[in-house]
Structures are given as structure tokens and as C-alpha cells.
């Protein structure tokens, strides 16, 4: 069973019907109540990272993720449920402190010399770059592949080793990052058709071992 972390992020619904497409037996979980019987976490996001931070810590929910990580269990983390894994956002002058998982800032998207004229919030379909080709989650999947992005703000991990894949907004930013038990992604894999239900089944079959 895998345990989808509900904080009241709106997109969880779809990641909840995403995931029970390629089999997965969910549940939702609003504490760390039957949380030790999950075999694996999703922590999906939308919104602003201070939002999601408060509201796992009012629901007792971010020292059991961090619990569970420290343990070696599997973990996923999507977008806002990505970016929280690191210590702090620039998003609204955040005070808000993260995970800690990954040590490294989130931070917003800005004009290039390049694009002056950028849009943010990133928003549609772009290419991923496989920096880490042996990563479990994107088995089957295709350097170059398409995923479907909404974010203005994105991670930047003090240590480059544990960065995935890389994509082309502006700049070359970490979209998805892993190490050992823990693999998070920027864009929606729930939303980005047959590569986001591959890598959510990839998921799956990590966390059932």
C-alpha cells in the first residue's frame, strides 16, 4: 500500500487516480497514524512552499516524513512535495524552514541575457536530460522525454550528485533529484501522460520491492 500524504494540496486527486492506473493500492493519509504500514510515500504539491511546509508540520506529518526517509523507505516527491525536501524557498521572503533532506535553497526563475523576456511561471510540456541514466525511476525512460511543468521556483542541490535529470528553462535547472530511498520531481508525472504513468509504475515497483 502506499500512502499518499494528503496536507490539502489540490492536485491530489489526480495523483490518487494516476497512480491506481498503473495498480497501485493508495491511500490517503492526513497523519502519521498507519503510516508504518504504507511500503512506500508520495508527497504531491501545488501551491506555495510555505503552505505545504506549515501544514505538515500542523499535522505532525514533517517529523514522520523525515523518520521515514532516515529510515532507508521509499520516497516520492512531487513539485511543491520536491521543492520541500530543501531548507528553505525565496518564495514569498519564506521563513518557513524545509525537510532538510537535501541541502540547497529553492529559488525563482529569472530573466536571461539570453530570454529577457521569460515566462514565469513555467507552464506545458519540456524535455528532461538524464543525469543520472541508473536511476530506478526513469527506467524505460527515454533521454529527451517530455514532461509537463507549472512552477515558477525550482531547487538548486548544493550537492550536484544527487540531481537526476536536468532541464532547459532560461538555464539548466535539477527537475528531478535521488538519492538512495528518495526521488522527487518537479513536473507532474501525473499530468504528462505515458512517461508519468511509467515513472509512477517504476515507483510502485520500487516501493513493493
Keep these: 500500500m502506499l500512502a499518499l500524504l494528503d ?9 490518487e487516480k494516476a497512480l491506481r492506473a498503473v495498480g497501485a493500492d493508495v491511500q490517503r493519509m492526513d497523519s502519521v497514524h ?4 504504507a511500503s512506500g510515500i508520495v508527497l504531491p504539491g501545488v501551491g506555495a512552499f510555505d503552505d505545504c511546509v506549515n501544514a505538515l508540520r500542523r499535522q505532525e506529518l514533517l517529523g514522520g516524513i523525515q523518520k521515514w526517509i532516515a529510515d532507508g523507505r521509499p520516497f ?39 530570454e529577457p523576456h521569460l515566462k514565469i511561471p513555467q507552464i ?22 517530455y514532461f509537463y511543468f507549472v512552477h515558477s ?27 538512495d530511498n528518495v526521488y522527487a520531481t518537479q513536473f507532474h508525472p ?11 509504475r517504476n515507483f510502485v515497483e520500487i516501493a513493493e520491492g
Design 124 to 145: 506545458g510540456w519540456n524535455q528532461i536530460e538524464l543525469a543520472r541514466p541508473d536511476c530506478p525511476l526513469f527506467r524505460g525512460i527515454p533521454d529527451g522525454a
Design 153 to 179: 521556483f525550482f531547487p538548486q542541490p548544493a550537492d550536484e550528485s544527487v540531481i537526476a535529470t536536468r532541464t532547459e528553462y532560461g538555464r539548466k535547472f535539477a527537475s528531478a533529484v535521488w538519492r
Design 7 to 15: 496536507y490539502g494540496a489540490g492536485n491530489i486527486r489526480s495523483v
Design 76 to 114: 516520492l516527491g512531487i513539485c511543491v512535495g520536491y521543492q520541500a525536501l530543501f531548507e528553505r524557498s525565496e518564495e514569498f521572503n519564506s521563513c518557513a524552514l524545509g525537510l532538510g533532506v537535501f541541502k540547497g535553497p529553492v529559488v525563482r526563475f529569472q530573466p536571461t541575457p539570453a
Design 190 to 200: 501525473e499530468k504528462s501522460q505515458a512517461n508519468g504513468l511509467r515513472l509512477l
Design 34 to 37: 498507519g503510516l508504518e504500514k
